[in-house]
């Protein structure tokens, strides 16, 4: 197998197990990487103080880890879930995987190519023990895009990039019949969990009779209604058990429809939403109060044993107390991709209902209760650590996957824009490292890191160059920070003093047409960004306890805002903001550029005053777009036939077909994984 220039690299063979250094006196760390989704830039209690807040998030352990750590102050995401997670698993940008667009649909015949190694591949090959725990959404259709084929020895959590957090269901429809059902989607490497998994995959027969059959017959409905809007059938639903009353319904001849209500009463009384059977025979007066009405079966929504962030974290603790602590030869390797703080917002009410004194917005409130049960869980890992004597020798990341998203609870102030977008908001990460007696605590970091680093800066820990492990981890974008890290350089240190001076946060599009952005030093280059501009705004927690009204033309119309919540705005609000001020929002000039270190919330254009420094960022940007990949994802997304059918085993899972994706522009993609590609040829 011939491998192209870009790539070729090292000559070590594909599985050769590599030691540490022998320059390293101490034994190679346990690694434990904790990725939490959509969480805001200024959401934990630390960056609130910071910020001159009164906290209103309860986060004491995560404070605590970041006090004794390293905390990143010029750190980089990408702009919404999967591209961060390739980048970090891959340590390539977007352009460089054919990924540059978007997210990977869970209908798609695409992933992360196979051809690359992950930071999952390289522990393996440091002799580590590797677990996933959590969100993949790096793609499926093929067996070899699953975690278990990239390099983890142990999988626990869901493939696809969204789900219910109690009962987990994935909320796109396939399959039976004529897409309409909604699957599970929550497995192991060995196969579907079915614990907390509602509704059962089997439908529950219709009550003997039916319920609600009136006066002196059967006893009335019961109904339970869950948390978070799942899309069923042709209309919005509280539910997610539609189709099991579709098939009771379909079992009953004099079953024309089903209905559910918040009020089984208010069905028995009046007409309702309903579901007509495809045969029945209707007209616009005819009577629906005695269509049929069918109890849900028992649900796990709002079990709090079966939320997502408990599960994934007691999976964790659960790995840790079963590692051999004592086999120094094969350390402790976890990836705890969290399903938090990710829509639908839900929480156990313990966690949301002590926030009422700071916080009347209840979405926003909801979001600072999930992260407090983030919070909750990383203090239980951490105990586990400590009781099997691993948390000495444990380097603890913690990081955001994008921003927070307007809408869902999550803050980014003072940065602009939010997730999906290239703005501050949108790429601003929140992370620090925490590993006793390797790193100085109480410390930050000033220089520029991005997600892709944490590849070669995490094999570096583990006293191995990455760029050694083989072919698979050549021409890497991460940059080693391992060394710089240790050495806790102060905020203010020259930005030439450490590794990365620049990054790409993306370049959109096929062959480069979209929007272009790069960093370089303190300058941050926008191209052609009116097409990806997105909520462009700013946003703030509402300071005034009788709520905050965002009047017409400010972003949203007359908007009410509760003490707590989301104050957003085509202007952005001062700390202790209360209202918006009107704005003209215009369309944006061609090329951009923002002196981040002076202006990290983007908020004055730098371009007419700097033309020398948009000269060199543009064709520096030119650099970039001459190695870019073709836009698989651009192109080669299509829904494919098998969502017309069921999972394979009723849980979402590889594609039946997983032919080659025939797009032109997914060559990359098609490439066999590098397990299976041989040496590298001359």
């Not at 404070?63 to 102050?73: M, T, Y």
């Not at 959109?508 to 097409?531: C, D, I, P, W, Y």
Request: hydrophobic share 35%.
């Amino acid at each position: 197998m011939a491998v192209s220039s870009a790539l070729s690299a090292s000559p070590v063979a594909n599985f050769t197990e590599v030691s540490a250094s022998p320059m390293t006196a101490t034994p190679k760390p346990h690694v434990v990487f904790a990725l939490i989704d959509d969480w805001g830039s200024m959401d934990v209690a630390y960056r609130e103080r910071e910020l001159g807040l009164t906290p209103a998030l309860h986060t004491p352990k995560l404070d605590k880890l970041a006090a004794e750590g390293v905390k990143l102050s010029s750190y980089y995401v990408q702009h919404i879930c999967s591209p961060t997670r390739s980048a970090l698993l891959s340590s390539r940008y977007q352009i460089h995987t054919g990924l540059q667009d978007g997210i990977i649909q869970a209908q798609a015949a695409v992933c992360l190519p196979p051809k690359f190694g992950t930071i999952a591949d390289a522990f393996q090959l440091l002799q580590y023990r590797t677990h996933m725990i959590g969100k993949w959404h790096v793609g499926i259709y093929k067996d070899a895009c699953l975690p278990w084929k990239r390099g983890f020895d142990t999988y626990y959590g869901y493939l696809t990039g969204s789900e219910l957090h109690y009962t987990k269901i994935q909320r796109i429809s396939r399959g039976y019949p004529n897409a309409t059902r909604t699957w599970p989607d929550f497995r192991t490497h060995e196969g579907p969990i079915r614990t907390c998994v509602t509704p059962p995959l089997a439908p529950p027969p219709p009550p003997p009779p039916p319920c609600g059959a009136g006066s002196g017959g059967p006893p009335h409905c019961t109904y339970t209604n869950s948390a978070g809007a799942v899309y069923a059938g042709h209309a919005p639903m509280r539910n997610a058990t539609l189709h099991e009353a579709q098939l009771a319904c379909d079992a009953l001849p004099a079953c024309v429809a089903v209905t559910f209500h918040e009020s089984a009463a208010a069905c028995e009384a009046a007409p309702c939403k309903m579901w007509l059977k495809n045969d029945a025979l209707t007209n616009g007066d005819a009577d629906w109060t005695t269509s049929f009405k069918h109890p849900q079966p028992p649900s796990a929504q709002g079990n709090e044993t079966c939320y997502s962030t408990t599960m994934f974290t007691a999976e964790a603790t659960r790995l840790i107390a079963a590692h051999d602590a004592d086999d120094a030869a094969h350390p402790f390797f976890l990836y705890l991709a969290l399903q938090a703080v990710h829509e639908p917002v839900e929480v156990p009410p313990r966690y949301s209902e002590p926030l009422r004194a700071h916080i009347n917005d209840t979405v926003r409130r909801t979001y600072a209760g999930m992260v407090s049960a983030v919070d909750e869980g990383v203090a239980n890992i951490t105990a586990a650590l400590e009781a099997k004597k691993m948390g000495d020798n444990t380097l603890l990341v913690l990081s955001n996957d994008n921003g927070g998203w307007c809408g869902y609870g999550g803050l980014n102030y003072p940065y602009r824009g939010h997730k999906t977008t290239l703005w501050e908001g949108g790429v601003r990460g929140l992370g620090f490292v925490w590993s006793p007696g390797r790193i100085k605590g109480g410390t930050r970091f000033g220089g520029l890191f991005h997600v892709t680093d944490w590849l070669p800066t995490l094999v570096a820990a583990a006293g191995a160059d990455a760029a050694a492990l083989g072919k698979q981890f050549a021409s890497l974008d991460g940059v080693d920070q391992w060394a710089a890290l240790q050495s806790a350089a102060n905020t203010n240190t020259a930005a030439a003093a450490f590794p990365r001076t620049e990054l790409l946060h993306n370049i959109e599009g096929v062959s480069g047409t979209g929007a272009a952005v790069l960093r370089v030093g303190a300058h941050k280059l926008f191209v052609n960004m009116q097409a990806a501009r997105g909520f462009d705004g700013w946003c703030a927690p509402c300071a005034d306890p009788n709520g905050c009204v965002v009047p017409d033309g400010a972003a949203q119309s007359n908007k009410t805002v509760a003490y707590g919540g989301q104050l957003c705005c085509w202007q952005p609000p001062v700390n202790g903001a209360t209202t918006c001020t009107p704005y003209n929002r215009t369309a944006l000039p061609h090329v951009l550029l923002y002196d981040i270190d002076a202006d990290p919330s983007e908020t004055t254009d730098v371009a007419a005053a700097k033309p020398e420094v948009v000269r060199s960022m543009l064709t520096r940007l030119a650099a970039y777009n001459a190695t870019n990949a073709p836009c698989c994802i651009c192109t080669g997304s299509s829904r494919v036939a098998e969502m017309d059918e069921p999972p394979l085993d009723g849980y979402w899972y590889s594609f039946r077909d997983q032919s080659p994706n025939p797009d032109a522009n997914c060559a990359l993609m098609n490439e066999p994984p590098w397990r299976e590609s041989g040496a590298v040829e001359e």
